[in-house]
């Protein structure tokens, strides 16, 4: 039986192997590696029928090489001090990766959310940003938090609301927090950015056909099985996607259960299914699968965790029949059953790369909530009357009228949407591209979760000498 290292623990151990390929000194790599600041916090809730319960909750800001720090708030009975610096310490890896100038952050609540009224839930955010300010452990240029599991644009209009209310910053406190409702500051595609990246990720791996010839299969996503575990938002836009982009979606599992159907599953019709029963459980034309572990072990090309942390290990991880693991969730591959994975040729597309979606468009969000200028609207219109001018040009040359229909779609300019999203690809492309790059530079023992952790200690490394702190 595996004894599963602390998440924290998880991390490091994945940071020293990548480190091992690296020139930089001992002591800048423990620099890299350690928590800055951990705060844990605790304070009274008054429920609703008048009763007193204490509340533990925590922030942690793992790496200040770069300002803000930059991370997701979770309400989850499993949030511990470990978890919250594990995830820190994986969002600041994140971020060199792609190139996102934040410090990594995270922070927690140890609540069951379903256990509490939206009052309560209200009272609860509100302290806990309450808290945050009074140590200094929020703000647009200190540390920006986001949705992450159990948290929504709810919540981080919440925590803005209190931010403005007790802070004299009136100018930049849009920033202070990101994932926010379009209506309060917040950017369109935020919502399903992670999942849209997930599906980014995925198409460019499967794109490179040397890799695809390694696994048995064929270049690209069209008709490739899927298995998602996890259907929140991350595990719905990803499996929505991938549908679109031309894959099967034969498994989803939730924690209540998994659905199965080898035909595949139509992904709306699921979410709208429960979203009227509450559960996909019993969804007409697939198998019912009670125990939704047992999603990880259906046949199929990808299988994409979708959920927590320790989600395929040593005990389980014989079962897994997928050739691409795509990490959607933080951690859900522990070291020992990666190296398993690794061992039988299977493809990792890991964490620290693949389900940073959400940060990217995040720093979108927190620029544009800087800047005061939504994407697209400087320039739009200048746009569209080029586009127009160049009709007409075209018109004369050649004779040929453009139909009222064709006038409008051509001369349209990009929505905010759109040109997020065109820049989420382009990220990662990018990033995707740099740590195969890296990957095959090695000639053995660097794969691609060892290759995103060597770019983001390189990244890192640069920013500490830069400040003059290492030489």
Not at 103 to 118: F, H, L
Not at 266 to 276: A, I, L, T
Not at 383 to 389: A, G, L, P
Request: glycine letters at 10%.
């Amino acid at each position: 039986m595996e004894t599963v290292l602390p998440f924290f623990e998880q991390v490091n151990l994945n940071f020293d192997k990548a480190g091992g390929y690296t020139n930089y000194p001992p002591g800048l790599l423990e620099q890299i590696k350690i928590c800055n600041s951990v705060y844990h916090m605790t304070f009274p809730l008054k429920r609703d029928d008048g009763k007193i319960e204490t509340i533990h909750a925590w922030r942690a800001e793992h790496s200040h090489h770069k300002l803000p720090t930059k991370g997701g708030i979770r309400y989850s009975t499993l949030v511990n001090e470990d978890e919250i610096m594990a995830l820190a310490a994986l969002m600041t890896y994140k971020c060199a990766v792609m190139d996102v100038p934040f410090g990594g952050a995270k922070g927690g609540i140890q609540i069951n959310r379903e256990m509490y009224s939206v009052s309560e839930l209200e009272r609860i955010t509100r302290r806990y940003t309450y808290e945050l300010i009074r140590k200094n452990f929020i703000g647009p240029g200190i540390d920006v938090p986001a949705p992450d599991y159990g948290t929504g644009a709810r919540e981080m209009a919440l925590i803005l609301d209190t931010y403005n209310a007790l802070t004299p910053d009136k100018l930049d406190a849009l920033a202070c927090v990101t994932g926010k409702p379009v209506e309060q500051g917040g950017m369109y595609g935020r919502k399903e950015a992670t999942g849209l990246g997930v599906y980014y990720g995925l198409r460019e791996a499967c794109n490179f056909g040397e890799d695809m010839k390694l696994l048995g299969i064929s270049p690209g996503l069209e008709g490739k099985t899927v298995v998602v575990q996890g259907f929140g938002n991350v595990g719905y836009h990803a499996a929505k996607f991938l549908q679109e982009g031309g894959a099967i979606i034969t498994g989803i599992a939730e924690y209540a259960g998994a659905i199965h159907n080898s035909r595949g599953l139509d992904v709306e019709k699921v979410e709208s299914y429960r979203n009227e029963n509450g559960s996909i459980l019993n969804f007409a034309g697939a198998a019912t699968i009670k125990n939704p572990a047992d999603a990880l072990e259906l046949e199929c090309d990808i299988l994409v965790p979708a959920a927590l942390e320790n989600q395929i290990t040593s005990e389980n991880v014989h079962h897994i029949k997928a050739r691409i693991i795509a990490e959607a969730a933080n951690g859900p591959v522990t070291p020992a059953a990666h190296d398993i994975l690794k061992k039988r040729g299977a493809l990792i597309i890991p964490d620290t790369y693949l389900n940073a979606g959400g940060v990217t468009v995040s720093y979108f969000e927190w620029l544009n909530n800087l800047s005061h200028v939504r994407f697209g609207r400087v320039g739009r219109r200048f746009e569209e009357n080029s586009r127009k001018d160049l009709m007409i040009a075209i018109e004369k040359i050649t004779g040929k009228r453009f139909s009222e229909e064709e006038v409008t779609q051509l001369v349209h300019g990009p929505e905010e949407k759109t040109l997020v999203n065109s820049s989420l690809e382009d990220t990662m492309s990018v990033a995707y591209n740099e740590i195969r790059e890296i990957r095959n530079q090695h000639i053995e023992g660097v794969d691609l979760r060892t290759a995103s952790f060597i770019k983001a200690i390189h990244k890192i490394a640069i920013s500490y000498m830069e400040l003059g702190i290492f030489p």
